[in-house]
């Protein structure tokens, strides 16, 4: 429990770094980083003996496989997937991503119909549809991956908490390290796109994922993404 606990902390301070209000939560988040940090602060060109991504760092993701590599994405192919998600409406996205992420948080420690604690997963992903214009509502859903090896994962206690399935699908992927902010995943994600439509590909360009695989305290090869979706 206390390693589950662990890594759930890991991924809230992931958010509130990228909310900007990290600091103020610091000396109570090492609390919570014990012996098992240097377990997951592993060097992504080593790879783990699990098979999974490096990235992943041992948790549970999201079965896929690689369809093509280009010189800046990569195409995969995922299977359908189950996640626990929530949505917002809202300009902030610092401010929709740190409610967002506590809702989702407590989900997994408990807050569902079972009383069921939950081990952390690895990607937290967000889909971002911008709002028609600069003063306008963006509409943000952020989720957990559940791993197949909850069978039947228990329902949400909160109505606002949902769980959701993403179908077989292909996504075009671009992969950046450091410490990702808001404006890094923007002109990535617009980079990206750019690319896409140069190359004649198609996809659904209303819309597209965000996804997060580090703690904060990981200082050396970092792993982000932005996902945009086939048709």
Same mark, same amino acid.
């Given at each position: 429990?206390?390693?589950?606990?662990?890594?759930?902390?890991?991924?809230?301070?992931?958010?509130?770094?990228?909310?900007?209000?990290?600091?103020?939560?610091?000396?109570?988040?090492?609390? =919570?980083?014990?012996?098992?940090?240097?377990? =997951?602060?592993?060097?992504?060109?080593?790879?783990?003996?699990?098979?999974?991504?490096?990235? +992943?760092?041992?948790?549970? +993701?999201?079965?896929?496989?690689?369809?093509?590599?280009?010189?800046?994405?990569?195409?995969?192919?995922?299977?359908?997937?189950?996640?626990?998600?929530?949505?917002?409406?809202?300009?902030?996205?610092?401010?929709?991503?740190?409610?967002? =992420?506590?809702?989702?948080?407590?989900?997994?420690?408990?807050?569902?119909?079972?009383?069921?604690?939950?081990?952390?997963?690895?990607?937290?992903?967000?889909?971002?549809?911008? @709002?028609?214009?600069?003063? +306008?509502?963006?509409?943000?859903?952020?989720?957990? =991956?559940?791993?197949?090896?909850?069978?039947?994962?228990?329902?949400?206690?909160? !109505?606002?908490?949902?769980?959701?399935?993403?179908?077989?699908?292909?996504?075009?992927?671009?992969?950046?390290?450091?410490?990702?902010?808001?404006?890094?995943?923007?002109? !990535?994600?617009?980079?990206?796109?750019?690319?896409?439509?140069?190359?004649?590909?198609?996809?659904?360009?209303?819309?597209?994922?965000?996804?997060?695989?580090?703690?904060?305290? !990981?200082?050396?090869?970092?792993?982000?993404?932005?996902?945009?979706? @086939?048709?």
């Amino acid at each position: 429990m206390q390693r589950t606990i662990s890594v759930a902390f890991f991924f809230l301070s992931l958010s509130l770094a990228q909310a900007g209000i990290f600091d103020e939560i610091a000396d109570q988040a090492l609390k =919570f980083v014990p012996k098992y940090a240097p377990k =997951f602060i592993k060097n992504v060109e080593t790879g783990t003996s699990s098979g999974k991504p490096a990235f +992943c760092n041992d948790l549970d +993701c999201p079965q896929y496989t690689v369809v093509k590599k280009e010189k800046d994405y990569e195409v995969r192919k995922y299977v359908k997937t189950t996640w626990v998600s929530t949505s917002m409406n809202g300009i902030s996205y610092d401010e929709s991503i740190y409610k967002m =992420f506590m809702k989702l948080f407590n989900y997994i420690q408990g807050d569902n119909v079972a009383d069921e604690k939950i081990a952390m997963t690895a990607p937290v992903i967000n889909r971002l549809i911008p @709002g028609p214009g600069p003063a +306008c509502e963006n509409n943000f859903t952020m989720s957990f =991956f559940m791993s197949p090896k909850i069978k039947d994962p228990p329902k949400p206690k909160k !109505k606002d908490v949902f769980l959701s399935t993403l179908p077989e699908l292909t996504a075009y992927v671009s992969s950046f390290g450091g410490f990702a902010t808001e404006t890094d995943d923007i002109q !990535k994600a617009a980079k990206l796109a750019q690319i896409l439509k140069d190359a004649g590909v198609s996809f659904y360009e209303d819309f597209y994922y965000t996804a997060g695989y580090d703690s904060p305290f !990981k200082l050396l090869n970092r792993h982000n993404e932005v996902w945009f979706i @086939g048709k």
